[in-house]
């Protein structure tokens, strides 16, 4: 604990603590931002959700489907299941189009900052030994010009810095890489439940438009 105490102490550890400290705010926002959007606006319970909707297709209820769907308006594979829904009634390749459409429009959003959480993490590991080597560089250089009973204090002090900085920066950086692999899981999960249901949603569409087209011979 006195370690992360020090790493705190920015006069301690010069500007380079300034620039490690704007990196975790950046790391701080971009995990904040992700895990509310991951977990609560685009996240559903695909399992249960898809079930209800497969009853309702089956059920020839398309209508009641869609306003199934516009219950949980921001969830991505809701906005997934009801493009193609919307085109339940028409041909095999406008309702891929429709589920393929939605799909593309969905994903950047799903995906987009997690893998900056990489990228802070790694610029604060190295602005860490980048002061590091300064505070080291300095704590020597020091020694050449103080006098012998002030080479101890110089030295003690760039040391401090070096040791501050790489404390810091590994505080910042190993938040973010466990963030990342957070949200990078969330994302998968997220992503994988709508390549999966959008396709059964897919050959249920098409497999009702057949059946109602036998119907009707």
């Known amino acids: 604990m006195e370690y992360i105490a020090n790493a705190f102490n920015l006069e301690r ?3 380079f603590m300034y620039m ?8 701080i926002g971009i995990i904040i931002e992700r895990f509310i959007f991951l977990f609560f606006k685009y996240n559903i319970n695909a399992t249960a959700f898809m079930s209800q909707v497969q009853q309702l297709v089956m059920a020839n209820n398309i209508d009641r489907a869609i306003k199934l769907c516009n219950a949980a ?3 991505a594979l809701a906005r997934v299941v009801k493009a193609g829904l919307t085109r339940a009634n028409k041909g095999e390749i406008q309702i891929q189009n429709a589920i393929e459409e939605a799909t593309l429009e969905v994903l950047p959003g799903i995906q987009k900052r997690t893998g900056a ?11 860490g ?3 590091t080597i300064v505070g080291m560089i300095r704590a020597f250089g020091a ?5 012998a009973d002030k080479r101890q204090e110089a030295l003690g002090a760039n040391i401090s810095l ?3 900085t790489t404390a810091f920066g590994l ?8 963030g990342f692999i957070v949200l990078s899981g969330m994302t998968k999960k997220i992503t994988d439940e709508i390549e999966q249901y959008s396709v059964k949603l897919e050959n249920l569409l098409i497999a009702r438009g057949k059946s109602g087209e036998e119907a009707a011979e």
């Open 13 to 15: 550890g010069g500007y």
């Open 20 to 27: 490690i400290l704007l990196t975790s705010i950046v790391g």
């Open 129 to 131: 030994l980048l002061g």
């Open 73 to 75: 308006p921001s969830a």
């Open 162 to 164: 070096a040791m501050n």
């Open 143 to 147: 020694l050449a010009h103080v006098s």
């Open 117 to 127: 959480l990489q990228a802070v993490a790694n610029i604060a590991t190295l602005m």
């Open 171 to 178: 505080i910042v950086a190993i938040p973010c890489i466990a």
